[in-house]
């Protein structure tokens, strides 16, 4: 199983699942083409997985899988997101209380090879492969929920090679952290060690190899991956 550290301390925190929201920012739905239908987007979130491996990074590094010395896609994309973590179990949490089973926060990379993400969906395949590959989801030290003033309001930002690529602020995100543990304890249950991901904002862009990816939360931290 993977483990995150919490900053500042000796304290481990075991990962358990992987839980993603996608389309969580309308700049991101409308660069990514769909229809931005505010009032259709607020009722159902989309949900998809990652499994436990793809936390894991070797020495900061991610890197397109091959098959038979073959790399499996030719656009490894980025994008930062929020991650919650979760540090009690529960289900069917209410909003009201909803706060009250968060551990932490974390910086964390959805890495996503598009193309195979593309070419799946015009199948009308899962596309699986495209986001849970190994080490496509690197996560921050974990900083305890009380050391963070409003998370309704925190930049997030992300850089290649020191140039941004993406620059927005948690207050845009559509569904609230409240609602996505509502939301998702409601259906899956939640466990203490399970995290989430909470989509990403615009700007996500074809990653090269050599590329230093630097991805960063006000009052949370920051996290560097290379691309190999």
């Known amino acids: 199983m993977?483990?995150?550290k919490v900053k500042n301390s000796e304290e481990t925190i075991e990962v358990n699942n992987v839980y993603c929201i996608g389309r969580n920012y309308h700049e991101h739905i409308k660069e990514m083409g769909y229809t931005d239908n505010r009032d259709d987007v607020k009722k159902?979130?989309?949900?998809?997985?990652?499994?436990?491996?793809?936390?894991?990074?070797?020495?900061?590094?991610?890197?397109?899988p091959e098959i038979s010395g073959i790399k499996i896609s030719g656009d490894l994309q980025n994008e930062v997101e929020l991650v919650i973590i979760i540090?009690?179990?529960?289900?069917?949490?209410?909003?009201?209380?909803?706060l009250e089973y968060i551990y932490g926060y974390a910086v964390g990379i959805d890495f996503t090879l598009r193309d195979l993400q593309t070419e799946m969906k015009k199948k009308g395949l899962p596309w699986a492969v495209s986001k849970g590959?190994?080490?496509?989801?690197?996560?921050s030290e974990i900083t305890l929920k009380g050391d963070i003033g409003d998370i309704r309001n925190l930049n997030i930002t992300l850089s290649v090679n020191g140039e941004t690529r993406q620059n927005a602020n948690t207050?845009?995100?559509?569904?609230?952290?409240?609602?996505?543990?509502?939301?998702?304890?409601?259906?899956?249950?939640?466990?203490?060690?399970?995290?989430?991901?909470?989509?990403?904002?615009?700007?996500?862009?074809?990653?090269?190899?050599?590329?230093?990816v630097e991805a960063s939360i006000e009052e949370i931290g920051n996290i560097n991956i290379k691309v190999v």
């Open 2 to 4: 993977s483990k995150l």
């Open 44 to 64: 159902v979130p989309v949900v998809f997985l990652k499994p436990n491996s793809a936390i894991n990074s070797i020495n900061g590094m991610v890197t397109i």
């Open 87 to 98: 540090g009690e179990d529960g289900i069917n949490i209410s909003e009201d209380n909803a």
């Open 133 to 139: 590959f190994f080490s496509s989801a690197p996560v």
């Open 171 to 212: 207050s845009q995100m559509i569904y609230s952290v409240e609602y996505m543990i509502h939301y998702l304890s409601s259906i899956f249950s939640l466990k203490k060690g399970d995290i989430i991901f909470t989509g990403t904002p615009a700007g996500v862009s074809t990653l090269k190899t050599g590329d230093i």
